[in-house]
C-alpha cells in the first residue's frame, strides 16, 4: 500500500507549484539581454568611432560637423571644457589674410596647400 501514496514532498508531483505556471517569467531575461546588448553597442561604436578620448581629461580635439543644409558646427574639446559653436555666414566674414587653397579629393580627404 505504501506504493499508492502521493508523496508531497515531490517537486515533480505538485501540480499547484505557481513558479512553473508564470507566462512572464521569461519576459525578464529578455530585459536584461536587451541591456546587455545596448551595453555592447555603445562600446562598440565608441571604439569605432575612436571616441575614448571623449572622456580623457588631458586630451584636446577638434569636431566639425556640417548638416545638409550647410550649417557649420564646431565642436572642441580642451582638457575638461567642452565648447560648442554654431558657425554662421555673418561669423565667417571678415578681414584677413589669404593662407593657401583647400581642396576636397574625389575619396573625401581633404589637401591644404598653402600659397
Not at 557649420?72 to 587653397?101: F, N, P, S, Y
Request: proline content about 3%; hydrophobic content about 40%; glycine content about 8%.
Amino acid at each position: 500500500m505504501k506504493y499508492f501514496q502521493k508523496k508531497r514532498n515531490n517537486p515533480l508531483l505538485n501540480y499547484n507549484n505557481q513558479d512553473d505556471e508564470d507566462p512572464m517569467g521569461g519576459v525578464a531575461n529578455l530585459f536584461d539581454l536587451g541591456l546587455v546588448f545596448i551595453v555592447g553597442l555603445i562600446v562598440t561604436l565608441f571604439s569605432a568611432y575612436h571616441l575614448q578620448d571623449l572622456f580623457s581629461e588631458k586630451s584636446n580635439f577638434t569636431i566639425m560637423k556640417q548638416d545638409e543644409a550647410g550649417r557649420m558646427e564646431i565642436i572642441t574639446k580642451k582638457g575638461k571644457k567642452i565648447k560648442a559653436i554654431k558657425i554662421t555666414k555673418d561669423k565667417a566674414k571678415g578681414m584677413g589674410q589669404r593662407l593657401g587653397v583647400a581642396y576636397k579629393l574625389a575619396d573625401g580627404s581633404m589637401v591644404y596647400v598653402p600659397e
